[in-house]
């Protein structure tokens, strides 16, 4: 994937003199204290990051801790103290007014936590705010305007006022202008933190699914670890106008960077965040369709594990057989194929733990992990899922129960 925005080493001091502070930033200086000493104050400081190519990157943190003053510094409505911004590799912080023009134009779009809605105009007339900018033909504005409209699902609503709409619908008009640009980029500013928490969900969701079929690079920013994890591919945690950790939902639960991030992520519900493989076992071994229960059974005792999966020469799993099933069948004169069990449970390897549960609840043998292109790439035990929901790493012992 390519880098879509990277920044480095971005700091944005406020106050009358801003780059004389950064030193004693440097030297440790806290922001409580820089304030009380200099009357300046820390937005960010030494912010390096990079965002790939239709990511998802969530920014985390407190009130006051620098989430705001760091997006805007993605389009420049904050310029930096220090540092650069670069987007699609062009380093806008330092380049003319022409360049950060056209970025913001055709580039990056924001959409904020109050709407920004203009209430005077219809909700056509919001979406087709940034194209008339841009001096589009009455007929072209209209025609992509309808089209964003239809996408965030307001098709109907278009001669409304914003005023006659609910929190929620109102959001997505504002997601409908952005969309409109046609831009890169997304910048989300707590978009849906002055929503209700059941349309907040609803809003999550269409999120998720819009990414999926525009492809658009989003910055996201939210103090709600829940929505940080459910969005975010990577997330980065601000404390103080730091980033203290950047990483993926996982690594951040897994390996929290400091206290600050532990307490933070106390009340995340794991089974939501972690997925089928973090939790799986790599199988050991393996039996083919082709091969005959001799073989199982020499697998299973090499092995020292009681069942086995059976897969095919694509790896595709076809069905898992017992010890006992395998010696019987050998005494029985039947073939592997006669004896193995197929009405196993197969989990995708992104299914969340959430989900797994129920599922090893309701059946005494593992659940076998597949990947895209139904491959067998691990499997899972009752005990495995628990040890996921609890511990740093389940015990990886490689073998069928
Ligand atoms: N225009 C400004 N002038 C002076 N100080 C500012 C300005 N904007 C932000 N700050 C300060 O920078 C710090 C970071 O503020 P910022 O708005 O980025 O926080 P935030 O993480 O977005 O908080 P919230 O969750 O409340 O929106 C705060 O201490 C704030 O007082
Ligand atoms: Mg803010």
Known sequence: MTTQIKLENVSKIFGSKPKSVIPMVKEGMSKDDILAKT???VGVYNASLEVKKGEVFVIMGLSGSGKSTLIRCFNLLNKPTTGSVYIDGEDIANSGKSTLKKVRQEKIAMVFQHFGLFNHRT?????????EVRHYSREERRNIAMKNIEIVGLKGYEDKYPDELSGGMQQRVGLARALANDPDILLMDEPFSALDPLIRREMQLELLDIQERLQKTIIF???????AFKLGDRVAVMKDGHVVQIGT?????????NNYISEFIKDIDRSKVIQAEHVMIKPNALVSTKDGLNVAIKE??????SSVFVVDRKREVKGLVTIDDAVKGIKEKKS???VMKTDIN????????SDLIPKTLESSFPLAVVDEEEKLVGFILRVHVLAGLIADEPEKEGQVQ
């Open 300 to 305: 299973m005792e090499e092995n020292n594990i």
């Open 336 to 338: 592997l194929q006669d």
């Open 249 to 257: 939902p996982e690594e951040i639960i897994e390996q929290p960077a």
């Open 221 to 227: 920013i939210t103090h709600d670890v829940n929505e």
């Open 123 to 131: 909700v056509l007339a919001n979406v087709e705010y940034g194209l």
């Open 346 to 353: 197969i989990v995708k390897r992104d299914e969340y733990v």
């Open 39 to 41: 009357g300046h104050t």
